[in-house]
């Protein structure tokens, strides 16, 4: 179904428009909203049963049930007539009806002039109590984007939306969600970015709650009733993090812009596509128009649309959509229209794009006899509408080529260098690790290119990024996060404790690097931000979790497991990644908490107040993603010169391989002291391509230098492990595993499993 206007198979309705459906609806206002049987109302096309025989050619001619009509067992056809859908708490048969006085529902209302209006009575009671908390939410690593979720903290509860997209008064940018998250103007509202909580921006003056449908739509009746918008705008402190790029939908049109010049009924049935942070993928279809969800005081409160599943035709052309699902946390999300099936390729043989449509704002869970479980549905405000009355322009094509992480460049090609350190003393290493160069990372076209979007929720993740995209950012329900992956990736080796001593300091020591010393160590600090106990979430053990794996490599050498190795040498190369660059290693990750400064509030409800933030916050973004992005081509070429390794080199414990990482940290730390790099990102005003240049000339060389230690140590320990383990003699095939084989081994939470420091202990020889 598209905008086209339909061709309908009764021509005694054929040519009621809209605004006929909204007098009579208007008409009988009263009847209709006092009735105890009633729910809502809607504006729509007549819903067929899905056993209903078609007009010609059915198999069942004749078939014309009068039993309930659902949402769930009925739906719109081609030849439905445009028609007033009015829900149902209780389907009642005529009988039935004719024994309670006011019960019955007529079946058709009459304008003034005699046309008759056709009603279609809908059975769906609403679920009276529905749950206010988000389930689990997939949080972005450091790109916001439409789609992505925010925070709000309010009475000590945290409240999740959905990012809807980015607007634009001409002057400022802000994130467009929902009001009742983003709050009172000036409230400071927060996202998750790769596990910490951070600060984004403040709710703007610029929000909207409800209007009057006669001023939204002049002309059209609607007596006593608002059109619920619950809209609000963050005004964002800094632009660098955001995109709008959306993974799962691709290239977005212009936004689709209806008032009562061109708004029409064909709008029912059309194919839509949501993007949610609880629901990163609804495929969905509008199923009526204006729908009124509540009343109270005698005023009447509608939505512009109801959008739910598609219909069973609909899914016939669509097998493989997910099932459609609106969750807590998807208020705020974008719409799209998603071109019909009769609309080509343009010039350029690209396919037509979505066109950003509508603002969730809410849903309503509707019961049905034929379901188990109540049906959501959700609740959308046109986003022409909302733009113009906030005096906005939709933005397009912001940071649409910022990659993921800093690991999608900086990661890859650290992996795919190593091949190059690799020596030729172990001749069926280097063929089993050649052979499968693509499962562990991209080749240099692909890096260069950079387009790494979306590999959160793809089916095959490279394996030198699958401990951020596939154990750390799964949805739990998925059944591949670990709740105890993140303290694996760094680990805070500068911050000293009371005596002044860091872990860079005491494990010059090499019996100090052991789990039962760090957790003392731990245990003798606080953090640095809140002054509270640093908890184990927040304990890292970087050098632990390699210690683990080259332990992994070994056994799996030694037991002729060669696809086991390859993952564990594969996923490998992330933690040695971040353990050549400085901010992965230091307090400092982020800014100096030590050296905080007075942030001033320009505007809104905090204008004039400050806050204190950690001198050259942002700075892990500039320089691990807008410096190494940009000079991708550097770094490729430069990691060639890459130095083999050297027989001497070789270890044979996990203990040996904790210390080398160890002392390649302190080479990192000495050769870019991570201070000199909040200092430089502080001290620069500009931000972008400028910021990323001015980075790239102070530590672009010395940066370089750390990722072929990291590439050269990565090729020391697959070197080690295999020869420790025997893998020369004791694997087979150095023939290449499938992308699904591989998933499967990493999907298996025994496989290299990711605990935190009290625990890793167990898990060492």
């Given at each position: 179904m598209n905008l086209s206007d339909y061709q309908l198979s009764s021509p005694r309705y054929e040519q009621l428009s809209l605004r006929d459906l909204l007098e009579a609806r208007d008409l009988y206002h009263v009847f209709l909203m006092n009735h105890p049987n009633v729910v809502g109302t809607a504006i729509g096309r007549y819903r067929i049963r899905n056993k209903d025989s078609w007009p010609r050619g059915s198999k069942t001619k004749g078939t014309h049930g009068t039993y309930a009509r659902t949402m769930e067992n009925s739906e719109v056809r081609e030849y439905s007539w445009p028609a007033i859908l009015v829900f149902v708490e209780q389907w009642m048969e005529r009988s039935d009806a004719a024994r309670a006085e006011g019960a019955l529902l007529p079946k058709t209302l009459f304008l003034p002039d005699g046309r008759p209006i056709p009603v279609c009575v809908i059975e769906a009671p609403k679920q009276s109590v529905t749950s206010i908390t988000a389930p689990d939410i997939r949080y972005p690593l450091n790109n916001i984007r439409p789609g992505s979720p925010v925070i709000a903290r309010v009475q000590g509860w945290e409240y999740v939306a959905t990012v809807g997209c980015l607007v634009s008064d001409g002057h400022k940018v802000y994130a467009l969600t929902n009001r009742h998250v983003a709050g009172d103007p000036g409230e400071v509202v927060y996202a998750r970015?790769?596990?910490?909580?951070?600060?984004?921006?403040?709710?703007?003056?610029?929000?909207?709650?409800?209007?009057?449908?006669?001023?939204?739509?002049?002309?059209?009746?609607?007596?006593?009733?608002?059109?619920?918008?619950?809209?609000?705008?963050?005004?964002?402190?800094?632009?660098?993090?955001?995109?709008?790029?959306?993974?799962?939908?691709?290239?977005?049109?212009?936004?689709?812009?209806?008032?009562?010049?061109?708004?029409?009924?064909?709008?029912?049935?059309?194919?839509?596509?949501?993007?949610?942070?609880?629901?990163?993928?609804?495929?969905?279809?509008?199923?009526?128009?204006?729908?009124?969800?509540?009343?109270?005081?005698?005023?009447?409160?509608?939505?512009?649309?109801?959008?739910?599943?598609?219909?069973?035709?609909?899914?016939?052309?669509?097998?493989?959509?997910?099932?459609?699902?609106?969750?807590?946390?998807?208020?705020?999300?974008?719409?799209?229209?998603e071109p019909s099936a009769d609309v080509k390729q343009d010039t350029t043989g690209n396919p037509p794009p979505a066109l950003p449509l509508a603002i969730q704002w809410g849903r309503n869970m509707l019961h049905s006899r034929e379901a188990s479980r109540p049906q959501s549905f959700a609740l959308a405000t046109l986003a022409a509408r909302v733009c113009d009355d906030l005096s906005v322009d939709f933005v397009r094509g912001w940071n649409v080529d910022q990659p993921d992480t800093w690991g999608a460049i900086g990661h890859f090609s650290i992996a795919t260098r190593t091949s190059v350190a690799l020596s030729s003393r172990l001749p069926k290493l280097v063929s089993l690790m050649r052979n499968n160069a693509r499962l562990i990372s991209h080749d240099d076209a692909t890096i260069i290119d950079g387009d790494f979007k979306g590999m959160g929720s793809a089916d095959f993740v490279p394996l030198a990024d699958v401990p951020d995209f596939f154990w750390k950012q799964r949805i739990a329900k998925q059944g591949h996060a670990r709740a105890m992956e993140g303290p694996n990736h760094f680990a805070d080796m500068d911050q000293p404790d009371e005596h002044g001593d860091t872990l860079l300091q005491l494990c010059r020591n090499p019996a100090n690097i052991n789990p039962a010393f760090w957790v003392a160590f731990?245990?003798?600090?606080?953090?640095?931000?809140?002054?509270?106990?640093?908890?184990?979430?927040?304990?890292?053990?970087?050098?632990?979790?390699?210690?683990?794996?080259?332990?992994?490599?070994?056994?799996?050498?030694?037991?002729?497991?060669?696809?086991?190795?390859?993952?564990?040498?594969?996923?490998?190369?992330?933690?040695?990644?971040?353990?050549?660059?400085?901010?992965?290693?230091?307090?400092?990750?982020?800014?100096?908490?030590?050296?905080?400064?007075?942030?001033?509030?320009?505007?809104?409800?905090?204008?004039?107040?400050?806050?204190?933030?950690?001198?050259?916050?942002?700075?892990?973004?500039?320089?691990?993603?807008?410096?190494?992005?940009?000079?991708r081509e550097d770094i490729l070429d430069g990691l060639l010169a890459t130095p083999k390794t050297r027989a001497n080199e070789l270890i044979t414990t996990g203990a040996d391989a904790a210390r080398l990482t160890v002392e390649m940290m302190r080479a990192t730390f000495k050769r870019l002291p991570p201070m000199a790099i909040v200092e430089a990102f502080a001290e620069f005003d500009g931000g972008g391509k400028q910021r990323a240049e001015h980075l790239w000339k102070k530590f672009g060389k010395k940066t370089l230098a750390s990722m072929q230690d990291g590439s050269h140590l990565l090729a020391v320990l697959w070197e080690s492990a295999w020869k420790t383990g025997g893998g020369e003699t004791k694997v087979r095939s150095v023939k290449a595993i499938s992308e699904s084989r591989a998933m499967a081994i990493c999907a298996d939470p025994d496989f290299v499993p990711s605990v935190g420091i009290s625990r890793i202990d167990s898990f060492l020889r």
């Amino acid at each position: 179904m598209n905008l086209s206007d339909y061709q309908l198979s009764s021509p005694r309705y054929e040519q009621l428009s809209l605004r006929d459906l909204l007098e009579a609806r208007d008409l009988y206002h009263v009847f209709l909203m006092n009735h105890p049987n009633v729910v809502g109302t809607a504006i729509g096309r007549y819903r067929i049963r899905n056993k209903d025989s078609w007009p010609r050619g059915s198999k069942t001619k004749g078939t014309h049930g009068t039993y309930a009509r659902t949402m769930e067992n009925s739906e719109v056809r081609e030849y439905s007539w445009p028609a007033i859908l009015v829900f149902v708490e209780q389907w009642m048969e005529r009988s039935d009806a004719a024994r309670a006085e006011g019960a019955l529902l007529p079946k058709t209302l009459f304008l003034p002039d005699g046309r008759p209006i056709p009603v279609c009575v809908i059975e769906a009671p609403k679920q009276s109590v529905t749950s206010i908390t988000a389930p689990d939410i997939r949080y972005p690593l450091n790109n916001i984007r439409p789609g992505s979720p925010v925070i709000a903290r309010v009475q000590g509860w945290e409240y999740v939306a959905t990012v809807g997209c980015l607007v634009s008064d001409g002057h400022k940018v802000y994130a467009l969600t929902n009001r009742h998250v983003a709050g009172d103007p000036g409230e400071v509202v927060y996202a998750r970015l790769g596990g910490r909580l951070r600060r984004i921006g403040t709710s703007s003056t610029k929000q909207l709650t409800r209007a009057e449908f006669t001023k939204v739509y002049p002309g059209w009746p609607g007596r006593d009733t608002f059109v619920n918008l619950d809209v609000g705008l963050i005004e964002l402190d800094d632009l660098e993090s955001w995109t709008t790029d959306i993974p799962s939908i691709g290239k977005i049109g212009t936004m689709v812009d209806l008032s009562v010049h061109n708004m029409s009924l064909s709008l029912v049935g059309c194919r839509v596509r949501g993007v949610g942070a609880a629901s990163p993928n609804m495929a969905g279809e509008i199923h009526g128009l204006f729908y009124r969800y509540k009343h109270s005081g005698g005023f009447e409160y509608v939505a512009d649309l109801l959008i739910g599943p598609r219909t069973q035709s609909a899914k016939r052309s669509a097998a493989r959509e997910p099932k459609f699902e609106t969750l807590p946390g998807d208020s705020g999300a974008l719409w799209l229209l998603e071109p019909s099936a009769d609309v080509k390729q343009d010039t350029t043989g690209n396919p037509p794009p979505a066109l950003p449509l509508a603002i969730q704002w809410g849903r309503n869970m509707l019961h049905s006899r034929e379901a188990s479980r109540p049906q959501s549905f959700a609740l959308a405000t046109l986003a022409a509408r909302v733009c113009d009355d906030l005096s906005v322009d939709f933005v397009r094509g912001w940071n649409v080529d910022q990659p993921d992480t800093w690991g999608a460049i900086g990661h890859f090609s650290i992996a795919t260098r190593t091949s190059v350190a690799l020596s030729s003393r172990l001749p069926k290493l280097v063929s089993l690790m050649r052979n499968n160069a693509r499962l562990i990372s991209h080749d240099d076209a692909t890096i260069i290119d950079g387009d790494f979007k979306g590999m959160g929720s793809a089916d095959f993740v490279p394996l030198a990024d699958v401990p951020d995209f596939f154990w750390k950012q799964r949805i739990a329900k998925q059944g591949h996060a670990r709740a105890m992956e993140g303290p694996n990736h760094f680990a805070d080796m500068d911050q000293p404790d009371e005596h002044g001593d860091t872990l860079l300091q005491l494990c010059r020591n090499p019996a100090n690097i052991n789990p039962a010393f760090w957790v003392a160590f731990y245990d003798s600090v606080s953090d640095l931000l809140t002054g509270e106990n640093i908890t184990e979430q927040h304990r890292g053990l970087l050098p632990f979790r390699v210690w683990q794996l080259f332990d992994a490599m070994v056994d799996f050498a030694r037991r002729g497991k060669g696809a086991e190795f390859v993952c564990a040498a594969g996923v490998l190369t992330h933690y040695i990644g971040d353990a050549c660059q400085p901010l992965h290693i230091s307090y400092l990750h982020d800014g100096d908490p030590l050296r905080p400064f007075e942030h001033e509030f320009q505007s809104g409800k905090r204008a004039g107040q400050t806050e204190t933030r950690p001198l050259g916050a942002g700075v892990h973004s500039g320089y691990e993603d807008e410096m190494v992005s940009l000079h991708r081509e550097d770094i490729l070429d430069g990691l060639l010169a890459t130095p083999k390794t050297r027989a001497n080199e070789l270890i044979t414990t996990g203990a040996d391989a904790a210390r080398l990482t160890v002392e390649m940290m302190r080479a990192t730390f000495k050769r870019l002291p991570p201070m000199a790099i909040v200092e430089a990102f502080a001290e620069f005003d500009g931000g972008g391509k400028q910021r990323a240049e001015h980075l790239w000339k102070k530590f672009g060389k010395k940066t370089l230098a750390s990722m072929q230690d990291g590439s050269h140590l990565l090729a020391v320990l697959w070197e080690s492990a295999w020869k420790t383990g025997g893998g020369e003699t004791k694997v087979r095939s150095v023939k290449a595993i499938s992308e699904s084989r591989a998933m499967a081994i990493c999907a298996d939470p025994d496989f290299v499993p990711s605990v935190g420091i009290s625990r890793i202990d167990s898990f060492l020889r």
